[in-house]
């Protein structure tokens, strides 16, 4: 593994992974063309840095790289609606169901009408102008669909976090949400969603909602990938796989510890099916190169675990894994991103790849060149 010699892993400061980034070159749409980005390529070994366009990508790919990607799907969050009977404005981020599939006997509590069975339960974010109260009721109504809530518990936590029931007269609730919610564009992205954010904050791969939801936030270093740079990797012979790991909302956590180790990553539901653990322990085993196209992915990666033949487990579940410099990389050997936030835990996940140094080194330089910054921004290449 590369990594800093001089670096003292066991006193990092998340202020070590701090850079300057002008708000300007926070992308706030994504490129004209999907594909159409910039890379930044930084080699491991020597540090040096070419600067490239990402349509170059396969230049640096060889035949028998295995790239693993994220298959996720990314789904329409974000409902808004209004109280009722009062009328007030009220918005929900929908994070993950909190229970299995609705039953017949499941009603809501604050009413005695006789209401569809097919209702759902929601672990959400909510904001409104008043004090949400379980009972308080909801609806979010677009183009002829609505769906109706009502708060089921409080949440403890200072950003709302609610369990809201949510059902519907009009199909099933998940077709409901599909066609009223909106994209849940990350914070940092200041507009509100348009249609076009449905194709464009979606990977080209991206089919995967099991777990009862999906993603509210893309896997970014996958949105850079076209069929066309598939097809020609593919001719190249550069094999393909994917894992599962549905974004929550803990990838947009600050870091609010001074001690790097102190910091406590959200966990994510994960799936590396039996197909997937075959590619990888092939490729491990022939001592052929492994790249994963994002941090989800080597978070999941880097989560499997690797018999000492190089057989590799398959595995579903709820990943934890913190990727920081010092980590000793089982299964990952290079790496696409994109440019994260500072003292983000991605950001030293991808130092942990690079060597910390070297990774700030890529990012004041990309800064001075203007390189456009996280979800829709450019790429990186980690070799």
Known sequence: MTSDPIFPFSDMRVSDFDFDLPDALIAQEPPAVRGGSRLLVLHRATGAIEHRSFSDLPEYLRAGDL????????FPARLLGHRTPSGGAVECLLLSRADEPATGNQQPATTNQQLPTNIQLWS???RAGGRLAPGARVVFERDGTRLDGEVVEPGSDPVGRRTIRLWTEQGSVSDAIERIGHIPLPPYIGRDDTSADRERYQTVFAHHRGFSAGSIAAPTAGLHFTEPMLDALKAKGVEMTNVTLHVGYGTFKPVRVSDVEQHEVDPERYDASQATVDALSRARREGRRIIAVGTTTTRVLESLTVSPDGGVHPSTGETRTFIYPGHR???????????????SSLLMLVAARGGREQVLAAYREAVERGYRFYSYGDAMLVD
């Open 124 to 126: 959400c974010l909510m």
């Open 329 to 343: 990389f089982q299964l990952v050997d290079a790496l696409v991103t994109n440019f994260h936030l500072p003292r």
């Open 67 to 74: 790239l693993v990607v994220n298959d996720t799907r990314v």
